[in-house]
Nanobody
Framework: EVQLQASGGGLVQAGDSLRLSCAAS????????IGWFRQASGKGREGVSS???????IYADSVKGRFTISSDASKNTVYLQMNSLKPEDTAVYYC??????????????????WGQGTQVTVSS
């Protein structure tokens, strides 16, 4: 059974940093992508960043230069380091797993499995 466990959210002030973790288990593929998405209150889910099995990465324009995605294959864990956080980064952050892509993707429909979400709140 595929499982994704997201963690690391919290309440911080503008300019602070957080690191989110996504622990993935229950799958074995040469090609996959793990992505981070976020959903602010009253809005749709948007892609933030994604990393492929070969460590190719992609970022949304809104987080480029501030967020860094990385993976630890030995732990089957993907991290999202978020620096210089802004109030507009406030959202529930989800990690997703796409089993059909060699490349990182930011489109929600490309993802097959989702974690439970972790709340990030940035105060001004």
């Amino acid at each position: 059974e595929v499982q994704l466990q997201a963690s690391g959210g919290g309440l911080v002030q503008a300019g602070d940093s957080l690191r989110l973790s996504c622990a993935a288990s229950g799958f074995s593929r040469d090609s996959y992508a793990i992505g981070w998405f976020r959903q602010a209150s009253g809005k749709g889910r948007e892609g933030v960043s994604s990393i492929s099995a070969e460590d190719s990465t992609i970022y949304a324009d809104s987080v480029k230069g501030r967020f860094t995605i990385s993976s630890d294959a030995s732990k089957n864990t993907v991290y999202l380091q978020m620096n210089s956080l802004k109030p507009e980064d406030t959202a529930v952050y989800y990690c997703g797993l796409s089993l059909s892509n060699w490349y990182p993707r930011l489109e929600e429909y490309e993802y097959d499995y989702w974690g439970q979400g972790t709340q990030v709140t940035v105060s001004s």
